[in-house]
């Protein structure tokens, strides 16, 4: 029985609230700015979410041809634009500065333990299943890349005191990480992990 999936599932939900509580750490400390140079974290969240179709994307007809893209840029471009015009509003509502980077490190570290169970978990699983503990599968690969990446933000904020704006911004770069290791490994890998198309 695949008990790791639902630990997965907890670990991956717990970073990508992390992420995105690193985004309203963003839009706090730069609430009040006007440089647009400065705005950096906000407009880049535009711009991914422009991009974003290129991973999901299928052929331009399956798709909805032009109609899909232009469509899609709009609400990319609504949902940037609503951050970045409406930031001093949504900032207003938001907990401080150290709240957020509380919560963001607590959502981190719940994650984390999760994961971490998950890996033993499906660690235990493969062993039974394909007669090996690990096998450098691309998603078990990959896996332990999120896990890595995990545990070093962990070790900088517990050793050296990681937090404010490198801290939230580790956490947002973390969420592509995961999002490959759960998604595209999927999508563009072949391995034991591999058992249909999305």
């Not at 949902?79 to 500065?97: D, T, W």
């Not at 332990?144 to 933000?153: K, M, S």
Request: overall charge positive.
């Amino acid at each position: 029985m695949k008990l790791h999936v639902p630990a997965n599932f907890i670990g991956y939900g717990m970073f990508a609230l992390a992420a995105m509580v690193a985004l309203s750490y963003h839009v706090k400390q730069q609430a009040a700015e006007t440089r647009w140079y400065k705005l950096t974290p906000l407009w880049v969240l535009g711009v991914v979410l422009c991009f974003v179709p290129i991973v999901f994307r299928k052929s331009p007809l399956e798709a909805g041809g032009s109609n899909y893209w232009m469509g899609y840029l709009l609400v990319a471009g609504l949902i940037a634009g609503g951050i970045l015009l409406g930031r001093k509003h949504i900032a207003a509502r938001l907990p401080s500065l150290e709240v957020l980077d509380d919560v963001m490190y607590k959502a981190i570290a719940v994650g984390f333990a999760f994961f971490t169970i998950a890996t033993v978990l499906g660690a235990l699983w493969a062993a039974e299943a394909w007669g090996g503990y690990w096998s450098w599968d691309p998603k078990e690969t990959w896996a332990l890349i999120v896990w890595l990446n995990y545990a070093a933000w962990l070790h900088m904020r517990l050793m050296k005191g990681l937090r404010g704006a490198v801290a939230a911004w580790w956490a947002l770069v973390g969420l592509l990480v995961t999002t490959f290791a759960f998604l595209g490994v999927n999508m563009f890998l072949s391995g034991l992990h591999s058992y249909g198309t999305l």
